[in-house]
């Protein structure tokens, strides 16, 4: 059942918590104005931050339909946007000429009818739903070529689509839009004009404790207080890609699956690769240098947690 958009910061963060996601007050607040004033939302940060995770939470705490958009390079208005059904329209043409009852004109017209229309997640997007607008997610808009953030553009401003041969599209009403970016490149300030704008960092430690808390329960608590501290710590270095928290998660789950109350030298040495995805940060950090860091940790824990 569809839910009512939140009416404050503060009823944005429950929302985003009903739906198992600790976010900080800055995310809520922008995504509370995104939301308020029909703005789309455009969220940059590494990967693996929870980006996509809030558009995810987003339809399904509102009860609203996703969209998702997995941009990609030569992504184009085919794959994005809609396309004929040229097969069919052929197999139109074919029994129209054995029948032989059919004006020319009136033909040429249903060919490029919505029924031949194959509709892609763009013009699905400008679609009524009787659940409210839909979350349309773009993600990693990063990925694509330059001509699509510009076709993006008539989107984003207007939320139509003019397609040549049928007419232009437009919503009734604007769908819930977020847009996200890894930053491997920079998008055009067009585009970036027309939405608001949240960096979404790393958390803090406190902060990815309770989303161990929230997302991996079975954890022991002193486990994933040695867990997000040695990743912490990781994310200081200088490593040719740092651990998200999607990371975080998957290395506290496969301890969990290990039997593991806490984290030694061994087991970390074991376990590197479902924390880092480069062997040379592997090779970097397995043995002496782990060994290093969590002594590090555990002697940090120890001294927050004495009188």
């Not at 399904?60 to 059904?85: F, I, K, M, S």
Request: aromatic fraction near 6%; hydrophobic fraction near 45%.
């Amino acid at each position: 059942m569809p839910v009512a958009l939140p009416a404050s910061v503060d009823s944005t963060l429950d929302l985003l918590a009903g739906g198992d996601y600790v976010a900080d007050r800055s995310l809520a607040t922008a995504l509370f104005l995104a939301l308020k004033l029909r703005r789309p939302l455009f969220l940059e940060g590494e990967a693996g931050v929870g980006k996509t995770e809030i558009a995810k939470v987003l339809a399904r705490t509102l009860g609203r339909r996703l969209l998702r958009l997995q941009c990609y390079e030569g992504l184009d208005a085919a794959a994005a946007v809609y396309e004929w059904n040229y097969a069919r329209q052929m197999m139109e043409i074919r029994l129209a000429e054995a029948a032989g009852d059919r004006d020319r004109d009136a033909l040429a017209a249903d060919l490029f009818g919505e029924r031949f229309l194959i509709k892609r997640p763009l013009l699905q997007a400008l679609e009524p739903d009787l659940n409210g607008p839909p979350v349309l997610l773009i993600d990693e808009l990063d990925r694509t070529d330059e001509p699509f953030e510009a076709y993006l553009l008539e989107v984003l401003s207007d939320f139509q689509i003019t397609i040549p041969e049928y007419g232009t599209i437009r919503a009734p009403e604007p769908p819930l839009v977020i847009l996200t970016s890894n930053r491997t490149r920079e998008v055009h300030d067009a585009l970036k004009r027309r939405c608001f704008y949240h960096w979404v960092d790393y958390p803090s430690a406190a902060r990815e404790r309770e989303i161990l808390r929230v997302k991996a329960p079975a954890a022991d608590a002193r486990l994933a207080a040695q867990v997000v501290g040695f990743v912490q710590a990781l994310r200081a270095m200088d490593l040719y890609k740092a651990p998200g928290v999607a990371e975080t998660l998957d290395w506290a789950q496969a301890l969990v699956e290990l039997n593991q109350l806490e984290l030694d030298p061994a087991t970390i040495n074991d376990t590197l690769g479902t924390l880092l995805k480069y062997q040379d940060d592997i090779a970097r950090i397995r043995g002496s240098e782990a060994a290093r860091l969590l002594a590090r940790v555990k002697t940090e824990l120890a001294a927050t947690r004495a009188p």
